[in-house]
């Protein structure tokens, strides 16, 4: 068995978790192109490819932090995680193949999300799609990372939703998938929420989308969110060596 075989055991069981589904792929799926679509019918094609950019941050909250640490939660509750231990993988080849299911479904939801936007509300594709396509897989890495991280937090399974959606709320909000509500908060929380790991993916998503870009300007654009994503996955890592627990706690 190896960090394959858990992705693959992950995305088999993924698929066939009709609750996790509704959850992490239909909601956000269907969130990130009716928002889009919405704003499209309203004659209002600028706010269509703005709320497009901010249901990027809505589908990395669900669909990567929420959905692993729902997740992970329930398999350390069930003993599935300290079972995969006792068959000679190591923690890093566990954690690695369900951090790479996690982003490998993100990505398609971002993908799909995406073709969507384009085909139903006419968001135009990304004018640099190598500069997306690097934060989209970035963002993504970071978001799983840290709801693995998170789940230490978490007390048992039942609580791991309601235990993540602050995070969803903020990180959300922080990339602008409640629209102009944003514009609205006062300047230093603006200022703080635009540290989430969430907010960096969502400027570059934007960068990655001003027609009047380049590639030098793409890149001095990019140092800033790479730097915050940098520091989340630092976070991450020394989060789940130190906390993660594989185990429930004993009562």
Known sequence: ?????????????????????????????????GLPVMMSRLGRPQDAVAMYHGMIALLLSVSGFMAIATL??????????????ATGLTDRQILTGEIGNVVWQQILLVALVTAG???????????????????????????????????????????????????????????????????????????????????????AVRTAYDEGGDLAGDLAAAGRPALLLAVWAAVAVVAMARWFRWEPRRP
């Open 72 to 85: 992970l939660t329930a398999r350390r509750d069930h003993l599935v995680l300290k079972r995969m231990r």
């Open 117 to 203: 936007a384009r085909l139903f509300a006419g968001v135009p594709l990304p004018r640099d799609p190598v500069l997306f396509a690097v934060f989209a897989v970035a963002g993504a890495t970071v978001a799983a990372m840290l709801g693995a991280a998170w789940t230490a937090a978490i007390p048992r399974a039942e609580l791991a939703a309601a235990m993540s959606v602050p995070f969803f709320l903020l990180a959300a909000l922080g990339g602008g998938a409640f629209g102009p509500l944003l514009d609205l908060l006062p300047p230093w929380l603006g200022t703080a929420l635009s540290l989430l790991p969430t907010s960096p993916v969502v400027d």
């Open 1 to 33: 068995m190896s960090t394959m075989a858990v992705f693959r055991l992950g995305n088999r069981l993924f698929w066939h978790d009709r609750a996790m589904l509704t959850a992490s792929v239909a909601t956000p799926l269907l969130l990130g192109v």
